[in-house]
Structures are given as C-alpha cells and as structure tokens.
C-alpha cells in the first residue's frame, strides 16, 4: 500500500496557510454558470480519518450526471498535511484529495465535495481550493452549518432559505427531501449559486445528501479500513 506523503513546501503553520489561501482566493471565478444538471460527468469527493495512525483516505467517485450510475472510482491513503484549525480544514486532506482525482481516467466533469465553498470565514473552503487547484467548476454541498446565519427554509423538497455571513449571502440551506433536515450549498468555483442548487436536488433523487457524497463517503471509509488492516494494531 502506497501512503502519499506530505509534499515539500506544504503550509506548515497557520499563517502560512492563510497566505496560501488569500493568493488562491485571487484565483476564484465567479461569474460563470457552470455546466447544466444532468449533463455530463459529476465526481463526489469525501475523505475519512484515523487519528491515530495519522491517516486520511480520499475517495473521487464519478457518476453519470444524467442517470446517476456510477462510471469511475478511485481512492488514495496519505498522512494527514496540518493540524486541525476550524477555516483551515482543506489544508489537512487535499493532497490526497488531489491524488485520488489523479488516479481517475474519465473526466471528472463537476466536483461535489462534502463540505463548503465560499461558506467560509474567509470565503475559501475545500469546494473553492480544489476548484481552483483542478480549474474545474466545484460546489461544496455540507451536512451541518457552519459560520453563519439562516433561517430555516419551508418543509418542501426545494424549499430554500439563504446562508448568511456579514449580511452577504455565501450559500443556502436547501430541502432536497419534503420534512427532512437541509444540507447547506454553496459555490466552489466556476459555478453559481442557482446552478448549484439545482445540481443539488437533481443528484439528491432519493435521500437527503446528494448520490455523489453517499457513494464517496462510503468508499473513502473502505479505503481507511483497508488501509488500517495493512498497517495492523498501532
């Protein structure tokens, strides 16, 4: 089993990291559309941690956008890159994000990542960094909330209600299924806001969290597990 390591140069410190962010958030393109639900490829995007062996396992899983199937999967080990820091979480698991798109042969088309986008403190979460990284559109499509404010959107599948942080909305809180908790959007990187949403319901057919993340996340959790079971007892 190969581990990916931490590359050379990677931030090392908080302020490091934040300066990485600023000059990638220069980066950042907001004015496009994006690519129409139902069109083309989608790649989920999660990872999963072991703390103790200092591990973190990616999995890129690409569906096709139209039918939801799955086309392609791909999974990467790798040490975990910098410490935990609340706004400084991508720092933590892209390398081996990146190393699990890398492995992919089919274009990867949208990625879909657990988490956000320019939801974010400093409007530059996981969605946006490997937006610009790959160049490709990206949205960040989270479970919880984070740092802002909302209110709660009305009880039907579509039903949205906008996420707010210093009166700027940076994403929203979307019903993708009639009674059941939302999940929080927001825009990663050459995508809007509306478009997101939209990818969002579409790729949320059944259950409240999009096809994409439920198969990443289940995959990535495989990958640890095997990962763990070649390393053997800490």
């Known amino acids: ?21 600023r000059e990638l958030r220069g980066r950042l393109v907001l004015g496009e559309s994006g ?9 989920g995007l999660d990872v999963a941690y072991d703390d103790e062996r200092d591990l973190v396992a990616a999995a890129a899983v690409v569906l096709d956008a139209r039918t939801l199937d799955v086309v392609e999967e791909a999974t990467a080990v790798g040490r975990v890159s910098f410490p935990y820091v609340p706004g400084l979480l991508a720092f933590r698991e892209i390398p081996t994000v990146l190393a699990a798109l890398g492995a992919l042969t089919a274009d990867p088309g949208l990625l879909v990542c657990d988490g956000y986008g320019l939801a974010h403190p400093r409007r530059f979460g996981l969605a946006s960094h490997l937006g610009v990284l790959t160049g490709r559109p990206s949205i960040g499509v989270a479970k ?23 009166g700027e909305e940076v994403g929203r809180a979307l019903r993708t299924q009639a009674g059941v908790k939302p999940v929080y959007v927001s825009v990663g990187h050459r995508v809007s806001l509306d478009n997101a949403c939209a990818h969002t319901l579409f790729l949320s057919p059944r259950y409240r969290v999009p096809e994409t993340t439920r198969h990443a996340d289940s995959l990535c959790r495989k990958a640890l597990k095997e990962a763990q079971d070649s390393l053997g007892t800490v």
């Open 35 to 43: 690519p129409p639900p139902g069109e083309g490829h989608v790649t």
């Open 144 to 166: 919880n909330p984070f740092t802002f404010t909302y209110d709660r959107p009305g009880g039907a599948r579509g039903d949205s209600a906008p996420l707010l942080a210093d």
């Open 1 to 21: 089993m190969t581990i990916i390591e931490i590359p050379a140069g990677w931030p090392a410190d908080e302020d490091a990291a934040r300066d990485v962010q």
